[in-house]
DNA sequence: CGGTCTCTTGACGGAGTTCAAAGCTAGTGG
DNA sequence: CCACTAGCTTTGAACTCCGTCAAGAGACCG
């Protein structure tokens, strides 16, 4: 039920069948449709949630009433607002699946159990965040680096399968553009 | 000696003397001239680094040779490319001390063995990247949901001390956009 | 005190936005 | 299973924020 998450562990620390058991009584797994949200703003978050199956995305709004997606998460991917997770403050965003999704929910208030019963989880997260850190890195990057036209290539030969899957004023509000300008790359409007 | 770290690390977990003791043993206390490179561009990163004094900077080169300033680390905040330090892969970023400056140095070749000794700075780690993911995430919602002039006045007063610390080039490019920019910005010709 | 690094100022240019209107697609209910 | 509607995408014209270039004025360090 829940191996594609044992998977992701033991590529990082070791986690024998015992311990594979204990962590199923732990983490509960959760179907949800498409549009579901896991999270809203101004809520404080209650889990972290490991995406199984399908995709879900993670956005704000701004005044001006548009949508900024902040991050997607697909198979094998973490996703939470860790900020209002330890400190328990109210979230600034919206989780919300995209597609009918298998989830892996790590509720907070059995985090700290969960750590005490398999010590080197601390171990496994900690690499957890490092990648995720890495990537919000990777983005500012590119965000300085790169024109926008440059970014959607970038995207797009990275994810090619992907971007199948996500609506264009999706990706264009996470690539930092408006989608009347993705429209125009991909009419190859744009030099 | 590395009373500032003890401070630090004792707000998220408990550390006795015995441990405090310990954990001297592996911070080698360094002391940089203004301009010293911690890490060079395509160098593998070989230590994290805690700043006890002074302030250091992350930052990157396109190919336009422009530099880009990716973030800041001032005292108490930790300092490294995660990505090349765990992965030993040779890193796109440069770590400059600004400020003749006071390091804690932890070394990742003894990391392992700490968090051994003291098994609770695993948590602490996760902590300390827990904020530093905040943080990026913060970025970027700054970046998407406000103008340069916007970002300018929310860096200045929320770190108004800091402003002063900083050559305005560096702060042009940690806020996305060129020092002349920044000049029109502070002469108020920008609405 | 001389040279390099940093900041300022202005004219011009361009990447990307805004607004509006029309075409398209997909989900939903009958 | 079809029709209808709401939401998504396309297109074009006008506009704006900010970048580029260039030249000069400080400011700091050896």
Chains 1, 2 share one sequence.
Request: glycine fraction near 4%.
């Amino acid at each position: 039920m829940i191996s594609a998450l044992v998977d992701h562990i033991r590529r990082y620390v070791p986690l024998d069948e015992q311990e594979a058991a204990v962590l199923e009584q732990f983490i509960e797994v959760r179907e949800v449709k498409k549009k579901a949200f896991l999270l809203r703003e101004g809520e404080v978050c209650k889990a972290n949630y490991f995406m199984i199956k399908g995709f879900c995305r993670s956005y704000f709004m701004t005044e001006k009433d548009t949508e900024h997606t902040h991050l997607f998460a697909i198979e094998n991917w973490w996703i939470t607002d860790y900020s209002s997770l330890e400190r328990k403050t109210p979230s600034m965003f919206n989780i919300q699946a995209q597609e009918p999704s298998t989830l892996g929910v790590l509720h907070r208030d059995k985090q700290d159990e969960l750590f005490m019963a398999i010590p080197q989880l601390e171990r496994y997260f900690r690499s957890v965040l490092e990648m995720a850190l890495a990537a919000a890195h990777m983005r500012i990057k590119y965000i300085y680096s790169q024109s926008g036209h440059e970014r959607y290539i970038h995207f797009s030969t990275s994810f090619p399968d992907f971007v199948q899957r996500i609506p264009q004023y999706m990706l264009a509000s996470y690539l930092g553009f408006t989608p009347e300008f993705l429209s125009k790359i991909r009419a190859g409007k744009i030099s």
